[in-house]
């Protein structure tokens, strides 16, 4: 296919380098050597950045101190010690010490031998033991899950959390998990953001600005980790820590407990400082093999819970994983591709399925519309006529002779679906090309689930760089896709780009639904003949509770132009433009004020890459 160049994997650093090159420019390039020969960190100085942007006063935590709540839940912390650095639990309880609100209690159950911490602990509080603090001395060291459920056991608090021996959270962590409550009691779990701290407490890296509850990344790793509380009575319900887990203990635990749970909140703000050091993170992963398989069965055990049938493996990038649905049956699938003109397009679309696919129960709807080339009319009554594959044509504008010379994509799909027979729909344009044969396979395996109405692919441009991997709302002004234009070997921000995740839309470029769904809301709304259809569909999905799920395991080429800007270019496809982006974002006024709950608003909505905020 000339219009695709050929893609190869990276094996090594000269090869990524030069993947880099083709993907980026000299320019880029060049400057990435540059800061990395110095030893300058990007990230590191992009967040020192943020931080002075962002500072925290003295004013507005004395403002905190100040505050007084209607409601003043006891938030009771867990945390196992052994043998911890004077200097580590020290700092740490201080960091409880200071906080601005004073209703928490610390509950430390210590494993160390001999007579372990109290002295230490004593000490941190100014000789004067604070009466928040409730320590014991454990017989027995029984391990991380044995010390914390002993810790846990001495929890009183109308919520507990969790936190390590040696890790830091912020002077208002607490506040704000109390100020969450008193807007909404019926809260059941919270998590907030987190980021890094070196060894000597004095620099902050690595923030994790997470997304809104993502039951589907939960499931790809565990991104919500620290600082998570949840209703004392669930967590002491759970049965606790289970020590076969450990290494992953916290990922089953949160799976465990967030199952029983309707209201989750998360909490955009850093409110954890999980100590590490900056070079640490890569090195030697595979000494925590063990950790890896333990959380692999966590998310495994997930869904023997919930009856849904799946195994689930490690991943290519360690600590991160790939559920693959075992569904007893193949139900047929209708694949709707619309189509003008265009033979060449959609014989190579329709070929790359049929050499490829490992999906065996399938039809094709092809939705004519308004095609003048005499060629594609042989084509379509070659396709009808195979015997290998189910094909059918269906003419939209001879069934429409009133819409002759226009062109509304909502009413060709929902033409389409009222002649496809399958329960499930695949809406597909005619440039793509599927690339994996496992691709429908992939996305079929989500859709089946009740919880999900709509599943995307990763797709990528001709050249190999992203041309979609999830919809984000409000990113580039309406929606755009995450990581646009990064190269396809280019994994993200926290591998955003490579794993399972639930988003509020999907491109309809290659967007899988099913029939329910789809009848349930109405179908494609047809006042948006060109711009904005899918978001509004996934939309409309998310209204009803259902998930738009992406997984980057279905991998397709979509040849559309890399730099679009047509619409704006010509007069009149501007004016239709702008009359669909004024009745689309009237129409979701309120969902665009809130923000979009899977993308953090600590992050850029005027880059691709998960950029931080600036003010700059």
């Not at 594609?376 to 002759?404: M, W």
């Not at 999907?506 to 904005?532: I, M, P, Q, Y």
């Amino acid at each position: 296919m000339s219009e695709i160049k050929e893609y190869k994997q990276p094996t090594n650093k000269i090869e990524k380098g030069l993947l880099y090159l083709q993907h980026y420019g000299v320019k880029k390039t060049v400057a990435k050597t540059i800061r990395k020969m110095m030893g300058h960190d990007q990230e590191h100085y992009s967040y020192r950045q943020f931080l002075k942007e962002n500072p925290v006063s003295e004013q507005e935590l004395e403002n905190q101190r100040q505050t007084v709540f209607a409601y003043n839940p006891v938030i009771s912390i867990v945390i196992p010690l052994y043998n911890t650095k004077e200097k580590f639990l020290t700092e740490l309880i201080h960091s409880f010490t200071d906080q601005t609100y004073p209703h928490w209690q610390l509950c430390l159950g210590d494993g160390s031998p001999k007579e372990g911490l109290y002295d230490i602990i004593k000490a941190a509080t100014g000789g004067v033991w604070d009466e928040r603090i409730v320590y014991k001395k454990l017989t027995d060291n029984t391990g991380i899950a044995g010390n914390t459920n002993a810790a846990m056991e001495l929890a009183t608090g109308d919520y507990i959390g969790f936190t390590d021996h040696d890790d830091l959270i912020t002077p208002d962590a607490m506040y704000y998990i109390a100020e969450a409550l008193n807007k909404d009691r019926t809260i059941e779990a919270i998590y907030s953001d987190e980021d890094k701290i070196d060894m000597e407490g004095k620099e902050y890296f690595l923030p994790h600005f997470k997304s809104d509850f993502n039951i589907d990344l939960l499931c790809s790793h565990n991104y919500i980790t620290h600082l998570f509380v949840v209703r004392a009575d669930i967590a002491k319900a759970s049965g606790g820590i289970l020590s076969e887990f450990d290494g992953a203990q916290d990922h089953d635990f949160d799976l465990r407990v967030l199952e029983k749970c309707t209201n989750i909140y998360h909490i955009p703000r850093v409110l954890y400082h999980w100590r590490c050091h900056p070079d640490s993170t890569a090195d030697h992963p595979e000494a925590k093999m063990y950790a890896y398989e333990n959380g692999r069965r966590a998310v495994e055990n997930h869904y023997k819970r919930l009856g849904i049938p799946a195994r689930v493996e490690l991943d290519t990038h360690l600590g991160y994983y790939r559920t693959i649905y075992e569904w007893p049956d193949t139900p047929l699938l209708s694949i709707i591709i619309p189509n003008m003109n265009h033979v060449e397009d959609l014989k190579e679309c329709i070929d790359s399925i049929v050499e490829k696919t490992t999906y065996p129960n399938y039809e094709f709807i092809i939705v004519e519309n308004n095609s003048a080339d005499e060629k594609l009319r042989g084509y379509y009554q070659e396709i009808e006529r195979r015997n290998d594959i189910s094909a059918r044509v269906c003419d939209f504008t001879k069934a429409h002779p009133d819409t002759k010379g226009t062109f509304n994509f909502s009413a060709l799909i929902n033409y389409g679906v009222r002649q496809a027979l399958g329960e499930y729909l695949l809406l597909l344009n005619n440039d793509t090309r599927m690339i994996n044969g496992d691709a429908i396979s992939e996305m079929m395996g989500f859709i089946r689930r009740e919880d999900v109405g709509a599943v995307g692919a990763r797709l990528y441009y001709g050249n190999n760089t992203v041309q979609h991997a999830g919809l984000i709302i409000g990113l580039g002004g309406v929606a755009n896709s995450q990581f646009l234009g990064s190269g396809r070997e280019q994994v993200g921000y926290f591998y955003r780009s490579t794993c399972v995740q639930d988003l509020s839309a999907v491109t309809g470029a290659c967007l899988l639904t099913k029939r329910s769904a789809f009848n349930t809301v109405g179908g494609f709304d047809e006042g948006l003949a060109v711009a904005f259809n899918d978001v509004d569909y996934c939309l409309k999905l998310r209204a009803k509770d259902l998930l738009c799920v992406y997984t980057p395991f279905s991998e397709w080429y979509h040849l559309e132009s890399v730099s679009r800007g047509l619409d704006h270019e010509d007069p009149d496809k501007k004016v239709r433009m702008d009359a669909e982006t004024k009745y689309f974002m009237t129409k979701w006024k309120d969902t665009y004020s809130k923000g979009d709950p899977y993308y953090n608003p600590n992050l850029s909505l005027t880059k691709f890459d998960y950029s931080f905020k600036s003010k700059e």
